[in-house]
Nanobody, 119 residues
């Protein structure tokens, strides 16, 4: 059974850093784009960063220059390095295997990990 599990959330002061990990199991997602999304209190879920199978990445304007997405296909893991965290980065962060031909255009979501940025 395909599964995505996020790790690395927590409480951090503004200006600090966190590294989130998303570990995949049960299915090979190396041919899928992988995304990190977040949902803040009272907000809609939004795309934070996305990385193509070959490594090209795109970011939301709000995190450009502060967040870096990367992947290690051999380890079935996607990372989100978050630096210079701001109060507005507080959210639940989710990993997603984007729909693609290798997964019959089905997407997969992790259960989320909470990030809280304090002043």
């Amino acid at each position: 059974q395909a599964r995505l599990v996020e790790f690395g959330g927590g409480l951090v002061q503004a200006g600090g850093s966190l590294r989130l990990s998303c570990v995949a199991s049960g299915r090979d997602f190396s041919l899928n784009a992988m995304g990190w999304y977040r949902q803040g209190p009272g907000k809609q879920r939004e795309l934070v960063a996305i990385i193509a199978p070959h490594g090209a990445a795109n970011y939301a304007d709000s995190v450009k220059g502060r967040f870096t997405i990367s992947r290690d296909n051999a380890e079935s893991t996607v990372y989100l390095q978050m630096n210079d965290l701001k109060l507005e980065d507080t959210a639940d962060y989710y990993c997603r295997a984007e729909p693609g031909p290798s997964t019959d255009w089905i997407d997969y979501w992790g259960q989320g990990t909470q990030v809280t940025v304090s002043s």
